[in-house]
Nanobody, 128 residues
């Protein structure tokens, strides 16, 4: 059974940085593509970042390109989302999700599984 525990969120000011972590159990983080998505209050879920297993460059949503970086630590079986230059519109609950059964990120966000929450998420609030 796949279990995900997201953490690292908090209340920060615009321009700050945060690193979110996703502790994964039940699968190895280097076995499937892993992604992050977010949901802001009153808005639809948005695919944020995805990294595959094949060495191809990760996917980033245009809204976070250049500011967010996804990475993983296979030894810790953890996926990270490093967020820099946070903006107020980054305020959301962030979730990680394995892209089972895919190892790549093409068209990330188009699959129901890409935006399925398996953990409780971690809340990020960015103040002006």
């Amino acid at each position: 059974q796949v279990q995900l525990v997201e953490s690292g969120g908090g209340l920060v000011r615009s321009g700050s940085s945060l690193t979110l972590s996703c502790a994964v159990s039940g699968i190895a983080v280097d076995y499937y593509a892993m992604g992050w998505f977010r949901q802001a209050p009153g808005k639809e879920r948005e695919a944020v970042a995805c990294m595959g297993t094949t060495g191809i460059s990760p996917y980033y949503a245009p809204s976070v390109e250049g500011r967010f970086t996804i990475s993983s630590d296979n030894a810790k079986n953890t996926v990270w989302l490093h967020m820099n230059d946070l903006r107020t519109d980054d305020t959301a609950t962030y979730y990680c999700a394995p892209r089972i059964p895919f190892t790549y990120c093409a068209q990330y966000g188009s699959l129901e599984a890409d935006l399925r929450s398996r953990g409780q998420g971690t809340q990020v609030i960015v103040s002006p």
